[in-house]
């Protein structure tokens, strides 16, 4: 039975999956994806052209599974607890409700539909008498196949990707719906075949029901899978792999296509095991991207039939009309609809990955080619259609958003002068950051001024005085403000200046409007309690991590290969350094002298600045810039000579008197600005 199978065509793949994404990072310096590489690898390497890679029934098998495994991942990427986030208040403004990945996507799904409408009318209006149910699926689908592994790469897009992958999902989702209705109604008729469809919804509802009800029954069983977890059985990753094969048969059974029942599987192995989802997904990766996705993108773009682009003498004609109304369906709604919650770049980009389409035309395609629903001209310039979004809408995407640099140093804005602010400032100062304080009163300023942290003097309720500490290119912003109302509208102003900005406070209760502007709120009472018990069980380490002189903390990830696989023994970090905690594949590693790293390790580094600076260094490969303060010229800062006679506290829109020696708020450069430019460089 062994030597019947061919395994060459696999090595073939292998090869390609493994030499790609270098060639492709070489090329490109990170900007293409890997995704377009494979597809075009696959034209190339395919009949089309060189007719390397052949048809063969193993790696078509390969291909499909890596088809399921690709959506079982993007299911795995949905963060359930977003979506289950409440909406809040009915008035809530515009701008908080779009950032739901619900009412985003609802919103994308029906703009999207009907200027897919509309275009397709335009079409069978212009003499093209095509099938318009089908010809209107095939339009106004996505991809969320291409979508997934694109925001993987990308990483750090917080709830901007999971909008994008909730609506990517819906609109695919109607898609294959209404294409398996299609599809079985034109073997079968409108009959119980197509109200089938439910059942795949029916079971996932049920299997979350039974698994949770099943847990609280039998306790015994949760130990044993956790006993099992880390052996050489690994049971969640064989369980993980049982339940994709379950919605994938499942989905054969009803007649409706694969990725939406292995879609369904990763969603519900979510909200199964979330306390495991972390190194449970490391490994399910490993898993897909390594070996079963690769696969699948090289042999669609190997199947992928060019000589069809040739037949007809309409294709020439209907390819534009396709293409724009394939891209302007998902591009105008996309960004008309993200904009007022993420920006014009991030809503621009947003609508270019929306118009990926692959999938759903091959299906189409091969629908139409049985049912005779399509002309030669249709198929071939949706087949173009296909090969032009895959391969652009992610170049498009990263064009539109590339890739932010990292700072000369982390900036941070903290919001208020009282003692806590004053404290909260200077300790980040001291950790390398380049800190901008607001407050009314420039004497409380003063003595951080000194410090070298930059000020700006007014209300930072008005969003002249928030614009000139320039929160769009911030990292974080901690409002330091007691009193709730103040404290609140401050928040709302910092998210109304920069949406993806971190914001951070905290509050002697819960407060659900600032949830819904998605700031990080603290609980006082929590804290202290944490503090009190950290200063009875740790006196040692409280009384470090409060001195002024404690040094610094670093997180690192090891990618210099004369690093890994040395033990910290041998490894010479400086002596001033040491390694307190190593994050490995989402599990903790207690850190011995015999521990060796491994690439991609996180490690938590503490000691001395310097000793930290050069231990990073050792690590990364790469300098740590913003620690290395000396590097960088000293901040232009604002003098704040006392003032007496000055109010301490000016009401909000009360008129202020300018000080001498103090800059009021003003059309002229803020020293935010001469502080962050000089960081800059």
């Known amino acids: 039975m062994a030597s019947e199978i061919d395994f060459a065509p696999l090595l073939l793949v292998s090869a390609l999956a493994f030499l790609i994404p270098l060639v492709v990072h070489r090329l490109s310096g990170g900007t293409m994806p890997s995704v377009v590489g494979e597809i075009l690898a696959g034209v190339v390497f395919g009949s089309s052209v060189l007719g390397i890679i052949e048809d063969n029934v193993w790696l078509e098998f390969l291909s499909l599974f890596g088809f399921a495994y690709l959506m079982f ?16 208040r009915r008035r809530m403004h515009p701008r908080i409700a779009l950032r739901h990945p619900i009412v ?10 009907a200027v897919t409408a509309a275009g397709v009318v335009l079409v069978n209006e212009w003499g093209k008498e095509d099938d318009f149910p089908l010809l209107f699926l095939v339009l106004s689908a996505t991809a969320v196949g291409i979508m997934a592994p694109v925001l993987k790469e990308r990483g750090g897009l917080g709830g901007y990707a999971q909008v994008l992958l909730v609506a990517g999902f819906l609109v695919e989702f109607v898609g294959i719906v209404a294409l398996g209705i299609v599809a ?14 439910l059942a795949l919804p029916a079971v996932f509802a049920l299997l979350l029901l039974g698994v949770r009800h099943g847990s609280t029954r039998a306790p015994e069983l949760a130990c044993l899978m956790s006993e099992l977890a880390h052996a050489s059985s690994q049971i969640k990753i064989r369980g993980a792999l049982a339940l994709l094969v379950i919605f994938v048969v499942l989905s054969q059974v009803v007649g409706t296509e694969l990725v939406l029942g292995a879609f369904f599987a990763g969603l519900a192995l979510t909200i199964l095991s979330p306390k495991h989802g972390s190194s449970m997904r490391l490994k399910l990766d490993a898993i897909g991207y390594g070996f079963f996705i690769p696969i699948f993108f090289i042999t669609v773009g190997a199947t992928l039939d060019l000589s069809a682009l040739g037949e007809g003498a309409d294709a020439a004609l209907l390819i534009p009309a396709f293409l724009l109304i394939g891209v302007l369906a998902k591009t105008l709604p996309g960004f008309l609809i993200l904009w007022p919650a993420f920006g014009p ?82 300790r980040l100062h001291r950790e390398g950051l380049a800190v901008v304080v607001i407050d009314r009163d420039a004497t409380a300023l003063a003595p951080l001024a000194q410090a070298g942290c930059a000020t700006v003097v007014g209300d930072a309720r008005q969003s002249g005085v928030i614009a000139r500490a320039r929160p769009e290119v911030s990292e974080v912003a901690v409002v330091a403000v007691s009193e709730v109302e103040q404290g609140f509208e401050i928040a709302r102003a910092l998210r109304e200046a920069a949406r993806a900005l971190r914001i951070v406070t905290w509050r002697t209760e ?17 804290a202290t309690a944490v503090a009190l018990a950290g200063a009875v069980l740790r006196p040692g380490l409280y009384q470090a991590l409060g001195s002024e002189d404690f040094g610094g903390l670093e ?73 290395e303060a000396e590097a960088i010229p000293p901040p232009v800062l604002m003098p704040h000579p006392p003032q007496p006679d000055a109010p301490s506290r000016a009401e909000p829109g009360e008129a202020r008197a300018e000080a001498p020696g103090v800059r009021a708020p003003g059309p002229e450069p803020p020293v935010a600005d001469e502080f962050l430019e000089a960081a800059d460089r």
Not at 77 to 88: F, I, S, T
Not at 375 to 384: F, I, K, M, P, Q
Not at 398 to 403: E, F, K, S, T
Not at 511 to 522: G, N
């Open 345 to 426: 770049r991030r809503a621009a980009a947003g609508g270019v990955l929306l118009s990926a389409n692959l999938s759903l035309v091959l299906a189409a395609i091969t629908i139409a080619e049985d049912s005779g629903r399509f002309e030669e001209a249709t198929s071939a310039a949706l087949l173009v259609l296909a090969l032009v979004t895959t391969a652009a809408a992610p170049l498009g995407f990263n064009a539109l958003l590339p890739r932010r640099r990292r700072a000369a140093r982390v900036r941070a804005i903290v919001v208020g002068a009282s003692d806590t602010g004053r404290y909260v400032a200077q």
């Open 73 to 88: 991942l993007a299911g795995l990427e949905v963060d359930v607890a977003l979506l289950m986030r409440p909406l809040g």
């Open 184 to 197: 079985a109604i034109d073997r079968e008729g409108l009959g119980v075949e197509a109200l089938l469809l």
């Open 555 to 627: 997180e690192v990830t090891v990618r210099n290969v004369r690093a890994t696989g040395v033990s910290l023994r041998d490894l010479g970090l400086p002596g001033g350094a040491r390694v307190i905690l190593i994050l490995r594949e989402g599990e903790i590693v207690i850190p011995e002298a015999d521990t060796p790293l491994q690439m991609g390790d996180h490690v938590t580094l503490g000691g001395e600045v310097e000793a930290v600076t050069d231990a990073f260094r050792m690590l990364s490969g790469r300098r740590l810039e913003h620690v």
């Open 104 to 113: 985003a996507g609802v919103l994308l799904l029906v703009s999207i539909l």
């Open 510 to 526: 819960a407060d659900q409007r600032l949830a819904e502007l998605d700031v990080d709120v603290y609980l006082r009472a929590r």
